[in-house]
């Protein structure tokens, strides 16, 4: 249901997070990141970790905190951009640690809406 009323805010979400040349910047997932924590929660359900090692998430969020830190410096509001499948596991997931961090979906964006991403946060020892 949130999912929905957030979708339904789509306008009002991406207002806020557009910069004075009206685009949005974000961090995203890459793909196999996605795909890894999708499986997982369809394995274990809401998984508390999301399917990594302890020694994964601290490579994840030192990335994310890497990223978060570059739109911080422009002066924007940090998002992560993420899979509607996902982006309230992954917003459970990192609230207690960045939660100055909107976690986004796609589905929460208009559909003119100019997306710059400062990067993708990758899926931990992926080689």
Not at 24 to 44: G, Q, R, Y
Not at 98 to 111: G, R
Request: charged share 20%; net charge negative; no cysteine.
């Amino acid at each position: 249901m949130t999912e929905y009323v957030r979708q339904s805010l789509a306008e009002t979400i991406t207002d806020m997070l557009k910069n004075d040349e009206g685009t949005t910047t974000v961090a995203m997932f890459d793909p196999v990141l996605e795909d890894h924590i999708m499986n997982s929660l369809k394995t274990n359900g809401l998984a508390q970790n999301l399917g990594l090692s302890p020694e994964q998430v601290s490579v994840l969020f030192q990335d994310i905190a890497d990223k978060i830190e570059e739109i911080n410096v422009m002066g924007l509001r940090p998002a992560i951009l993420v899979s509607p499948q996902i982006r309230r596991a992954v917003r459970k997931f990192l609230e207690s640690v960045f939660s100055n961090a909107l976690v986004i979906s796609y589905m929460e964006l208009t559909p003119d809406t100019e997306v710059k991403s400062v990067g993708s946060i990758g899926y931990p020892n992926a080689s």
